[in-house]
């Protein structure tokens, strides 16, 4: 079973920035896409953001021009940089990953336990 673990996040204050990391396990076949979302309170959980190997980068609306994706190969961590924070970024953040474990697996999609991110004043 492949466990993800976000660090980074926690309280924030509007016009601030935060950053999140999830990094991958070792021992991996391969890894392709890597994507960020975000749940808030009595809300659908949302993408924020998803960079694929060698591929483009999207963002959801609401955080173009404020966040920024990235990722490190070789630690297999994606990184999220976030800026000009706002209240309504208050929400569970989750990373995803698509991988394959081993050349025989099919490439699976796996979550983060989530890592709370506050923005208050």
């Known amino acids: 079973q492949v466990q993800l673990v976000e660090s980074g996040g926690g309280s924030g204050q509007p016009g601030g920035s935060l950053g999140l990391s999830c990094p991958a396990p070792?021992?991996?076949?391969?890894?392709?896409?890597m994507a960020w979302y975000r749940q808030a309170p009595g809300k659908q959980r949302e993408l924020v953001a998803t960079?694929?190997?060698?591929?483009?980068?999207i963002y959801g609306d609401s955080v173009k021009g404020r966040f920024a994706i990235s990722r490190d190969n070789g630690k297999k961590t994606v990184y999220l940089q976030m800026n000009s924070l706002k209240p309504e970024d208050t929400a569970a953040y989750y990373c995803?990953?698509?991988?394959?474990?081993?050349?025989?697996?099919?490439?699976?999609?796996?979550w983060g336990q989530g890592t709370q991110v506050t923005v208050s004043s």
């Open positions: 995803n990953v698509r991988l394959q474990t081993r050349s025989w697996s099919p490439l699976t999609a796996y």
């Open positions: 070792g021992g991996l076949f391969s890894i392709n896409a």
């Open positions: 960079i694929n190997n060698g591929g483009p980068t």
